[in-house]
């Protein structure tokens, strides 16, 4: 049976072990969500920055539809008022008759006034799409500085691989590469601490039962350091 003295300076090598492990922990497990950030919102701005296109040239198909609809309506509008006009110069104007030629007139101008708001829509859309396509391109530009400053951090970490270790890159698919093989590089280095961890505390279990006579099944290093300490007064 180890020595009281003895048994305390080995609890506290492990305990200081146990520190260190849980310190390597906490920073793999920060980079690890920080990848993850990082891959899953720069596969949301490539999924945006591919139906630019797309919703740009339905844009431009709308604008030729409005464009035709401002286009007719204004026929419309200058048909109807003509009509409105002969009708009340004419010497043998009937009431009804002009009646009817004034609504036809205000339809054709209502007419008109959607077709021409439809139009400012497109064209308030088109201008949105722009702006929105610029800030979706910054956005990936600064995913990347963010990525290349993790890089550096998973660098640090020492027992990832090499391929783990590499520039991320600047493009989007090249984040996202990067960014998968990252996140499987640091699930292996948290499988091995956690592993590593796990068998500080047993061993620290198995030195507090050879001191103490009884099974402790402590779940953390720093509980036996504790009671080893107490048997010890």
């Known amino acids: 049976m180890a020595a009281p003295a003895d048994a305390l300076a080995h609890a506290a090598e492990l305990?200081?072990?146990?520190?260190e492990i849980a310190n390597e922990l906490a920073v793999v497990r920060d980079l690890e969500e920080r990848v993850a950030a990082i891959r899953g919102r720069a596969g949301i701005v490539g999924e945006a920055l591919e139906r630019v296109p797309l919703e740009r040239?339905?844009?431009?198909?709308?604008?030729?539809?409005?464009?035709?609809?401002?286009?007719?309506?204004?026929?419309?509008?200058?048909?109807?008022?003509?009509?409105?006009?002969?009708?009340e110069s004419g010497r043998r104007r009937r009431d009804d008759e002009l009646d009817r030629a004034r609504k036809e007139a205000a339809t054709s101008r209502d007419t008109l006034a959607d077709a021409l708001a439809v139009r400012g829509r497109i064209d308030e859309r088109a201008s949105a799409l722009v702006e929105d396509e610029r800030a979706l391109v910054a956005e990936g530009e600064a995913l990347a500085k963010a990525a290349e400053l993790v890089a550096e951090g998973v660098r640090d970490v020492g027992r990832v691989t090499e391929s783990a270790g590499?520039?991320?890159?600047?493009?989007?698919?090249?984040?996202?590469?990067?960014?998968?093989?990252?996140?499987?590089?640091?699930?292996?280095?948290?499988?091995?601490?956690?592993?590593?961890r796990e068998r500080v505390v047993v061993e620290a279990n198995v030195l507090g039962t050879s001191v103490l006579g009884e099974e402790l099944g402590a779940t953390s290093v720093a509980i036996v350091r504790r009671r080893l300490e107490a048997a010890a007064r």
Not at 15 to 19: L, M, N, Y
Not at 61 to 85: G, I, L, Q
Request: hydrophobic content about 40%.
């Open 15 to 19: 305990e200081r072990r146990d520190t």
């Open 57 to 87: 040239e339905d844009l431009a198909r709308r604008r030729v539809e409005a464009d035709e609809a401002v286009t007719a309506a204004r026929v419309d509008v200058e048909r109807t008022e003509s009509r409105v006009a002969s009708l």
């Open 166 to 196: 590499r520039a991320p890159g600047t493009s989007l698919a090249e984040l996202d590469d990067w960014g998968s093989r990252v996140r499987s590089a640091l699930f292996v280095v948290r499988g091995t601490l956690e592993a590593e």
